[in-house]
């Protein structure tokens, strides 16, 4: 699948960029289907790393769905190309973001998702970069557009950011404000966010900073986590939390 999206170049000209997306690796629900959750994967990675690790939760009736990035030139690699969700230039709060990039990978989360029944609650979720891509796109949901202007057409049960970031963190509060219907939507979506202590590749307070924006921006709902010890993996006892916590938010069975 692809997506091509429109910037402005040297000059004033218009090029486009193409994003073509890899394997999906989907995981079908062992129970009743009550919720679809798309699960993005780090810097680096495929979506079969996350499918077979979700595919082992106690989770019977969420239906997974793990994409995988394009391959795009990564600035922080010094242009090697590699699977990512958007480009990455440093970790730094003054960080420019790659807006037409993460339009692309909401856009593609978004379809998705728009795929799924009507009655099931539909979850976004992701670590690392795919945690920062799915806090994205929890914004595009509540403001109800993409960066770029375009309606965002699903709406999200669920947001979970494992060892990530808020994109565009600066921005968000002047966008909330502009839209009428986005604090009730900002209000009303649980996020869960876990990070561990011990992170050494995205710090732990880049996930308390992205935790306290959330919530000064109107996001009333947001359950933040830290792990002693744990570094830029996951756990079984994070792991387990998560399960705990769509569990509840998602009101599937126990």
């Known amino acids: 699948m692809s997506f091509s999206g429109p910037s402005v170049g040297c000059g004033g000209n218009t090029v486009r960029r193409a994003f073509e997306f890899g394997r999906i690796h989907v995981v079908q629900p062992k129970g009743k289907h009550h919720a679809t959750v798309v699960w993005l994967h780090g810097l680096g990675d495929v979506g079969s790393s996350w499918s077979q690790l979700l595919e ?25 190309p590699t699977t990512a969700w958007f480009n990455v230039r440093d970790f730094s709060e003054d960080a420019i973001d ?17 795929a799924e029944p009507p009655d099931i609650k539909l979850g976004v979720g992701g670590f ?8 994205y796109t929890a914004s595009c949901f509540a403001v109800g557009k993409y960066g770029n202007g375009n309606p965002f057409p699903v ?46 590749v995205v710090p732990h307070v880049y996930g308390v900073k992205s935790s306290h924006v959330l919530n000064s921006t109107g996001f009333r709902d947001v359950t933040f986590k ?29």
């Open 128 to 135: 690392s970069m795919g945690a920062a891509t799915s806090l």
């Open 56 to 80: 082992t939760l106690p989770l019977p009736n969420i239906k997974w769905i793990c994409p995988t990035a394009p391959t795009q030139p990564v600035t922080l690699f010094g242009g090697f």
């Open 226 to 254: 830290s792990y002693n010890g744990l570094g830029h993996y996951t756990s079984p006892e994070e792991m387990a939390d998560v399960r705990a916590w769509l569990t509840v938010r998602l009101g599937l069975e126990k």
């Open 155 to 200: 709406n999200l049960s669920a947001v979970v950011g494992l060892s990530g970031w808020l994109p565009c963190s600066k921005t968000l509060s002047n966008k909330i404000q502009r839209v009428n219907e986005a604090a009730g939507r900002a209000a009303s979506l649980p996020i869960l966010l876990c990070h561990g202590k011990g992170d050494g």
């Open 98 to 114: 790659d807006i037409e990039s993460l339009d692309a990978s909401a856009v593609h989360v978004a379809n998705l998702l728009s």
